[in-house]
Protein backbone atom coordinates (compact mmCIF):
# COMPACT_ATOMS: atom_id res chain seq x y z
CA UNK A 1 0.00 0.00 0.00
CA UNK A 2 3.07 2.60 0.27
CA UNK A 3 4.10 2.00 -3.04
CA UNK A 4 0.35 2.16 -4.21
CA UNK A 5 0.89 5.69 -2.25
CA UNK A 6 4.23 6.79 -4.03
CA UNK A 7 2.03 5.94 -7.09
CA UNK A 8 -0.66 8.72 -6.60
CA UNK A 9 1.85 10.92 -5.36
CA UNK A 10 4.01 10.39 -8.67
CA UNK A 11 0.61 11.64 -10.05
CA UNK A 12 -1.16 14.03 -8.33
CA UNK A 13 2.09 16.01 -6.73
CA UNK A 14 5.19 15.10 -8.47
CA UNK A 15 6.90 18.00 -6.91
CA UNK A 16 7.33 16.19 -3.90
CA UNK A 17 8.47 13.19 -4.97
CA UNK A 18 11.13 14.79 -7.47
CA UNK A 19 12.45 16.18 -4.07
CA UNK A 20 13.20 12.79 -2.81
CA UNK A 21 13.90 11.44 -6.06
CA UNK A 22 17.48 9.55 -5.88
CA UNK A 23 16.01 7.91 -2.94
CA UNK A 24 12.86 6.42 -4.20
CA UNK A 25 14.34 5.19 -7.28
CA UNK A 26 16.92 2.78 -5.55
CA UNK A 27 14.27 1.89 -3.05
CA UNK A 28 11.73 0.63 -6.26
CA UNK A 29 14.29 -1.28 -7.94
CA UNK A 30 15.38 -2.66 -4.75
CA UNK A 31 11.57 -4.15 -4.77
CA UNK A 32 11.35 -5.19 -8.33
CA UNK A 33 13.69 -7.79 -7.52
CA UNK A 34 13.03 -11.43 -7.25
CA UNK A 35 13.04 -12.50 -3.82
CA UNK A 36 11.55 -14.50 -1.33
CA UNK A 37 10.08 -11.03 0.61
CA UNK A 38 9.21 -9.31 -2.34
CA UNK A 39 5.19 -10.62 -3.51
CA UNK A 40 3.95 -10.39 -7.25
CA UNK A 41 1.81 -7.43 -5.96
CA UNK A 42 4.89 -5.29 -4.59
CA UNK A 43 6.81 -6.37 -7.84
CA UNK A 44 4.01 -4.91 -10.08
CA UNK A 45 3.69 -2.02 -7.72
CA UNK A 46 6.81 -1.14 -8.33
CA UNK A 47 6.96 -1.62 -11.96
CA UNK A 48 4.12 0.97 -11.99
CA UNK A 49 5.40 3.45 -10.01
CA UNK A 50 8.47 3.47 -11.63
CA UNK A 51 6.84 3.45 -14.70
CA UNK A 52 4.87 6.70 -13.89
CA UNK A 53 8.11 9.01 -13.25
CA UNK A 54 8.86 9.58 -16.96
CA UNK A 55 5.56 11.38 -17.43
CA UNK A 56 5.04 13.66 -14.03
CA UNK A 57 8.53 14.13 -13.17
CA UNK A 58 10.83 16.77 -14.81
CA UNK A 59 13.03 15.26 -17.25
CA UNK A 60 16.44 17.41 -15.29
CA UNK A 61 15.01 15.90 -12.34
CA UNK A 62 14.83 12.09 -13.97
CA UNK A 63 17.39 11.93 -16.72
CA UNK A 64 20.24 10.88 -14.05
CA UNK A 65 18.36 7.86 -13.06
CA UNK A 66 17.32 6.91 -16.64
CA UNK A 67 20.46 4.39 -17.47
CA UNK A 68 20.58 2.51 -13.40
CA UNK A 69 16.30 2.44 -14.23
CA UNK A 70 16.73 0.72 -17.77
CA UNK A 71 19.45 -1.78 -16.42
CA UNK A 72 16.93 -2.72 -13.17
CA UNK A 73 13.81 -3.23 -15.04
CA UNK A 74 15.62 -4.98 -17.87
CA UNK A 75 16.29 -7.70 -14.49
CA UNK A 76 12.69 -7.67 -14.50
CA UNK A 77 12.21 -8.90 -17.77
CA UNK A 78 13.09 -12.75 -16.96
CA UNK A 79 11.06 -12.71 -13.43
CA UNK A 80 9.29 -16.27 -13.68
CA UNK A 81 5.19 -14.43 -13.43
CA UNK A 82 3.80 -13.31 -16.71
CA UNK A 83 2.66 -10.15 -15.25
CA UNK A 84 5.49 -9.30 -13.62
CA UNK A 85 7.39 -9.07 -17.02
CA UNK A 86 4.43 -7.59 -18.80
CA UNK A 87 4.60 -4.50 -16.11
CA UNK A 88 8.28 -4.29 -16.93
CA UNK A 89 7.90 -4.18 -20.46
CA UNK A 90 5.65 -1.40 -19.96
CA UNK A 91 7.36 0.59 -17.63
CA UNK A 92 10.79 0.16 -19.97
CA UNK A 93 8.62 1.57 -23.04
CA UNK A 94 7.95 4.36 -20.87
CA UNK A 95 11.71 4.97 -19.84
CA UNK A 96 12.82 4.08 -23.23
CA UNK A 97 10.79 7.03 -24.63
CA UNK A 98 11.79 9.34 -21.96
CA UNK A 99 14.28 11.60 -24.49
CA UNK A 100 13.63 14.85 -23.47
CA UNK A 101 12.08 18.13 -21.92
CA UNK A 102 8.32 17.65 -22.88
CA UNK A 103 7.31 20.72 -25.65
CA UNK A 104 4.80 23.54 -23.72
Excluded at 1 to 30: G, K, N
Aim: aromatic fraction near 10%; proline fraction near 7%; hydrophobic fraction near 40%.
Amino acid sequence: STIDTFYLIALEAPHIISEHISTVIPLMLSFIQSTNENTMRVRISSLQCLGAFPDTIPFDVLYPFKSKVLKGVGNALDDKKRLVRKEAVDCRSRWFLFTGPKPN
